[in-house]
């Protein structure tokens, strides 16, 4: 697992900043409003989207959202 870990980790290294603008807080309000998501996830989704890489997350309340790769918590659990 800490292998695992250790990958994933190494992957936030290549992030950058994006500045949350009016264009893109109204992308993530109409976001927000078709997935029912509150706000601040609706702007995390909306940033991976305008950024077209996929959201990584093992948050419930993305996992069946389109462009998201998901990490069930629970089976993480299990395997350690």
């Known amino acids: 697992m800490t292998t695992e870990i250790s990958r ?3 992957k936030t290294e290549y992030g950058h900043v994006l500045s949350l603008n009016t264009g893109l ?6 976001l927000a409003l078709q997935y029912q998501l509150s ?3 609706a702007i995390i989704y909306a940033s991976a989207r ?3 890489v996929p959201l990584i997350t093992a948050d419930d309340h993305f996992q ?3 462009e998201v ?4 918590k629970k089976a ?3 395997k350690t």
């Open 8 to 10: 994933i980790e190494s």
């Open 25 to 30: 807080a109204l992308y993530a309000a109409d």
């Open 39 to 41: 706000f601040a996830d």
């Open 50 to 52: 305008h950024s077209n």
């Open 64 to 66: 069946d959202l389109p």
């Open 69 to 72: 790769i998901f990490f069930s």
């Open 76 to 78: 993480a659990l299990i």
